[in-house]
T-cell receptor
Framework: GESVGLHLPTLSVQEGDNSIINCAYSNSASDYFIWYKQESGKGPQFIIDIRSNMDKRQGQRVTVLLNKTVKHLSLQIAATQPGDSAVYFCAENTAGNKLTFGGGTRVLVKP | GAVVSQHPSWVICKSGTSVKIECRSLDFQATTMFWYRQFPKQSLMLMATSNEGSKATYEQGVEKDKFLINHASLTLSTLTVTSAHPEDSSFYIC??????????????FGPGTRLLVL
């Protein structure tokens, strides 16, 4: 989900379970979307991307789904591990090849 | 993926002083770099786009005279926070696109610089 202001939504997940993080984007003209992972005190780390002419893309343990009809993006993490604990941001590529970031979701993996 | 570094990783300064932050692309030449600011528990907000050999393009609401950007080479962009004040305390992150991978490719981010203004 998205956050407003100083509150980051948190997803608590048991180690080994699957995680689903959702993101709503705003610009129907956006042509490229990326998911980033950010650990505390570090810069965002690329996870997976998808172009607007696709609706699904899979990577290693991660899958991104794109629904352009409702302007929704999701990230699925299979078999979530403690190292997956971080804040996850979706980003959309907008006019001028700039990235606009969503509010972020914190994922906490419980052992 | 491509590597982007930042220096320093953290800096503490007195109010009224200026601070320079460097962003380097280590294994590729970046004609375009981006500067973001991130406050605690918030998302990244684009401040400006740094273009090698030309003036930076600033986002609405970002003071160009306060946040000076210089992109003098294809591997280095600097952000100078002039006359810093406590409200400028934040996490500053740069990114760069690897031009070898085309326009519609992801930006690679630096590790960030935490600025604390006392």
């Amino acid at each position: 989900g998205e956050s407003v202001g100083l509150h980051l939504p948190t997803l608590s997940v048991q180690e080994g379970d699957n995680s689903i993080i959702n993101c709503a984007y705003s610009n129907s003209a956006s042509d490229y979307f990326i998911w980033y992972k950010q650990e505390s005190g570090k810069g965002p780390q690329f996870i997976i991307d998808i172009r607007s002419n696709m609706d699904k893309r899979q990577g290693q343990r991660v899958t991104v789904l794109l629904n352009k009809t409702v302007k929704h993006l999701s990230l699925q993490i299979a078999a979530t591990q403690p190292g997956d604990s971080a804040v996850y941001f979706c980003a959309e590529n907008t006019a001028g090849n700039k990235l606009t970031f969503g509010g972020g979701t914190r994922v906490l993996v419980k052992p | 993926g491509a590597v982007v570094s930042q220096h320093p990783s953290w800096v503490i300064c007195k109010s009224g002083t200026s601070v320079k932050i460097e962003c380097r692309s280590l294994d590729f030449q970046a004609t375009t770099m981006f500067w973001y600011r991130q406050f605690p528990k918030q998302s990244l907000m684009l401040m400006a786009t740094s273009n090698e050999g030309s003036k930076a393009t600033y986002e609405q609401g970002v003071e160009k005279d306060k946040f000076l950007i210089n992109h003098a080479s294809l591997t280095l962009s600097t952000l100078t926070v002039t006359s810093a004040h406590p409200e400028d305390s934040s996490f500053y992150i740069c990114s760069a696109r690897d031009p070898r991978r085309g326009l519609l490719e992801t930006q690679y981010f630096g590790p960030g610089t935490r600025l604390l203004v006392l």
